[in-house]
């Protein structure tokens, strides 16, 4: 067994991977992909990845008592772009998309009670929400947690109980919301796992667009 140094230690240990450019979707996406999660059900503020250092902040206090009813993160090395804009157009008939320019959204049931964020989970993507934000595909993959021993057995949208399904629907809808103010938010489609893989593929090709260098 190699003896480890204490001065190779301490440079191991000095840097951390950027969860968005340095952690490894998997060899299996889009069929299954590493996530980093940033928030869980028992938040009550909202924390997201700081793009920079890519560390989590406290992005503002949820108003009103409404939370996340799952794993709510990101998956690694994807971008909301043109050609997830472009699907966004085709699938609806809108023009003028354009993508968020963030990486694409995730949600993961489980029946764990997993209870910080700031960790990486495999999930299976099972469906997703075609939500546009004012002029924006801001798309949210459904998924479950892999080899859940509930929700594991889950391999389409159509097998999650409605409850679930609506739990989430509401919950985007409403979380960014301001008092006196609504903003313009609206899930154009429901969609099944086919359509996930395809929405994921396509923030893949958008991420190696914007960020070749990675």
Partial sequence: MTKIKKSDERDCCRYRSHPWHGIDIGDKAPEIVMTYVEMVPTDTV??????????LRLDRPQRYSNVVPALYGFIPRTLT????AE???????KRGIKGDGDAMDICILTEKDITHGDILVLARPIGGFRMIDGNEADDKIIAVLYNDAVYGVYSDIVDCPPIAIERLKHYFLTYKDLPGEKRKVTIAEIYDRMEAQEVISRSIEDYDDSYPAY
Wanted: charged residues 35%; contains cysteine.
């Fill in 81 to 84: 772009g043109a050609a997830v």
């Fill in 87 to 93: 699907r966004c157009m085709e699938r609806t008939g």
């Fill in 46 to 55: 909202k924390y997201e990845m700081d793009k920079i250092s890519g560390y």
